[in-house]
């Protein structure tokens, strides 16, 4: 089944400007898509259309074979959770406890159940030890992790991370992985945006490459980051060890340490 399918949409904001113009994206329940070009090309634009924040003016956005057009964005949201870039945006409760029990009381769950969820969700995403505390009293990194908390207790289907490793040291870094590994063992489908390139190696199989308010690339890591022709039309470069790979006169698509140590060890 696909979680999520736009076809041919186009969006334009109210000043005039044409953010995305017959942009086509399929992806299937379950997948790791990371979506990469440099800042308006149309990413932000594209993954606020998948849950209903932004509308398209023209085409069609399917989530689970639907379209939602008509849906309410509470409805698609419970669907396509999206955790902003700025938590700021999305953050208004006094203790993080109340954050991420929001939307469960707002579906009007037993009590009981939603303190199970909370701490569940708490747990997955390292704030356990601060659900009594102001989330604007936690640092910059510790605050996103929130965000994601309310979409992991909110059961979401699909989740979009939209620039998670901004602001994030190496633990958190790691906590990142350790979430996208566990949602994909549930069994969702996990889309990020990001300029973060190791971060795409290291988690994602399939890579989207936006440039010119259109998707001019599509395929796995190995195969997008030895595309020149692609890398050069959305003004990217390739990643260090695949070019050192490459001066090395490599003949397979090396992307990651790994697979560096595994071809010339």
Request: charged share 20%; proline share 3%.
């Amino acid at each position: 089944m696909n979680s999520i399918q736009l076809n041919n949409v186009t969006f334009a904001y109210p000043n005039g400007l044409v953010a995305v113009e017959n942009v086509n994206i399929t992806i299937s329940k379950g997948e790791k898509v990371a979506i990469i070009g440099q800042n308006g090309a149309g990413k932000t634009t594209t993954v606020k259309m998948m849950n209903g924040l932004l509308r398209p003016q023209s085409g069609t956005v399917l989530v689970n074979e639907e379209d939602i057009k008509a849906k309410t964005t509470a409805t698609v949201s419970k669907q396509v959770g999206y955790v902003f870039q700025n938590p700021g945006d999305q953050l208004f409760n006094s203790t993080v406890y109340n954050e991420i029990a929001y939307t469960l009381r707002h579906n009007k769950m037993p009590e009981e159940e939603v303190d199970k969820i909370v701490k569940q969700a708490a747990s997955m995403c390292h704030v356990s030890e601060y659900l009594e505390t102001n989330p604007y009293d936690l640092p910059f990194g510790l605050r996103k992790f929130v965000t994601i908390a309310i979409v992991v207790a909110n059961n979401c289907e699909t989740v979009i991370l939209d620039e998670p490793t901004a602001g994030q040291d190496l633990f958190g870094i790691q906590w990142l992985q350790d979430i996208i590994n566990e949602l994909e063992a549930q069994g969702k489908t996990v889309i990020t945006i990001t300029h973060d390139m190791d971060f795409v190696i290291e988690n994602f199989t399939r890579v989207i490459v936006m440039a010119h308010k259109n998707v001019i690339g599509d395929g796995s890591i190995n195969d997008i980051y030895w595309n020149f022709d692609i890398l050069d039309d959305a003004a990217l470069k390739q990643p260090i060890i695949a070019e050192l790979a490459r001066r090395l006169k490599a003949d397979k698509k090396i992307v990651n340490v790994h697979e560096f140590i595994d071809y010339f060890i």
